[in-house]
């Protein structure tokens, strides 16, 4: 028998037995062979099927944990003292859903999280306390509850409080995916802080609401060149159309935050946006392939997703993994709900691969 193959092994060498029984199977996977009729039901699903489990995180049941950690490790040993949501079915990988991760972080008055800077995007959406602030490339960016901040790949950033009380954040990172593409960098900055090279949030208030936009500035990033997006505006754009927005079936009053380069989402990797449930919404239910991670801003509800019913309260965290069907439901006669959100949608939709589906 003849062989291309630089290999010392030729069919010569099978025997009868091995060609039957799992011997082949046993002696090809040494030769990092598989066979494919084997795998073909894994590896084309009919449809996807999500080692992501829907997942809810109660922020009633961490923050003990959290304020614990607050007085046990100090910023120095911890660099960034962060609970990691991790979904039961991503373990592996510290992710809260496929390609994305969420972290609640704390910080003390008088602490400082030391800068560094790493390839994956990452936002912050704040929850409670003030007077922290975050440097990013040069730029401090204040804090406030409800506020959007930004920290696009290979930034430099490092956070200080110089307030009191507890501060606490949702850190949003999409390095389950940048790491499963092998393509994470991480690189700590030779100081614990990076010096303010520009003045203190500059760039929110350059780009106002990304309509009017600095003509001068030439570089047209992938990212978002906004810092923050400020909860005072966020608030501001919902009472301006609260009355007269139809909303979708599905989800309401639903805003995308914006790119104002391009009207896309703020990250590559990663949309964010902020919607409001009516009092007494009853959403339609759908499905879609992008896994999506909810942070309830206000307000009181439940989520059903593929049949089983998630109670949320103000500021829980719960994942919707890709194409699972959801149904948002407001349990509140009189309160709007406001859910934040970000997704892989587009990623997901840069590939090719977006499809949804009512329900
Ligand atoms: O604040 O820079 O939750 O680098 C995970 C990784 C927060 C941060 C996280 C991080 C940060």
């Known amino acids: 028998m003849t062989s291309t193959v630089p290999s010392d092994r030729t069919g010569d060498d099978l025997t009868g037995d091995d060609m039957t029984g799992d011997g082949a199977y046993r002696e090809m996977a040494e030769l990092g062979v598989g066979a494919l009729w084997r795998h073909l039901g894994n590896l084309f699903t009919t449809e996807p099927i999500?080692?992501?489990?829907?997942?809810?995180?109660?922020?009633?049941?961490?923050?003990?944990?959290?304020?614990?950690?607050?007085?046990?490790?100090?910023?120095?040993?911890?660099?960034?003292?962060?609970?990691?949501?991790?979904?039961?079915?991503?373990?592996?990988?510290?992710?809260?859903?496929?390609?994305?991760?969420?972290?609640?972080?704390?910080?003390?008055?008088?602490?400082?999280?030391?800068?560094?800077?790493?390839?994956?995007?990452?936002?912050?959406?704040?929850?409670?306390?003030?007077?922290?602030?975050?440097?990013?490339?040069?730029?401090?960016?204040?804090?406030?509850?409800?506020?959007?901040?930004?920290?696009?790949?290979?930034?430099?950033?490092?956070?200080?409080?110089?307030?009191?009380?507890?501060?606490?954040?949702?850190?949003?990172?999409?390095?389950?995916?940048?790491?499963?593409?092998?393509?994470?960098?991480?690189?700590?900055?030779?100081?614990?802080?990076q010096p303010a090279s520009v003045p203190d949030g500059l760039s929110s208030r350059q780009f106002i609401h990304g309509r009017l936009n600095p003509a001068w500035v030439s570089e047209r990033t992938v990212s978002s060149p906004i810092g923050n997006y400020p909860w005072v505006e966020t608030q501001r754009a919902f009472e301006s159309i609260a009355d007269s927005a139809a909303g979708s079936a599905v989800d309401g009053v639903l805003l995308e935050y914006t790119n104002p380069w391009n009207g896309g989402p703020v990250l590559p990797t990663m949309s964010c946006r902020i919607q409001r449930l009516a009092p007494g919404f009853r959403g339609a239910a759908r499905r879609h392939t992008a896994a999506t991670i909810l942070h309830v801003v206000r307000g009181e509800g439940t989520t059903v997703v593929d049949g089983e019913e998630f109670h949320w309260a103000e500021h829980d965290v719960l994942t919707v993994p890709s194409w699972a069907s959801y149904q948002h439901v407001n349990s509140s006669r009189s309160a709007a709900a406001m859910l934040f959100s970000y997704t892989n949608e587009p990623v997901v939709r840069a590939l090719g691969l977006y499809r949804e589906q009512l329900l």
């Open 50 to 193: 999500s080692r992501a489990v829907p997942f809810h995180w109660s922020y009633r049941a961490l923050r003990p944990y959290m304020l614990h950690f607050a007085g046990a490790l100090s910023i120095e040993e911890a660099q960034r003292r962060v609970l990691m949501l991790v979904n039961p079915g991503l373990r592996e990988q510290s992710a809260t859903a496929t390609g994305l991760y969420a972290g609640i972080q704390v910080i003390l008055p008088g602490e400082q999280a030391q800068a560094h800077r790493h390839t994956s995007n990452a936002f912050r959406f704040i929850i409670e306390g003030s007077g922290a602030y975050t440097t990013v490339a040069g730029e401090r960016v204040h804090m406030h509850p409800g506020d959007l901040l930004l920290t696009p790949g290979w930034r430099w950033h490092d956070h200080y409080h110089e307030g009191d009380g507890p501060m606490m954040w949702l850190d949003g990172l999409d390095f389950p995916l940048v790491n499963a593409l092998d393509t994470g960098f991480f690189e700590l900055y030779p100081e614990t802080a």
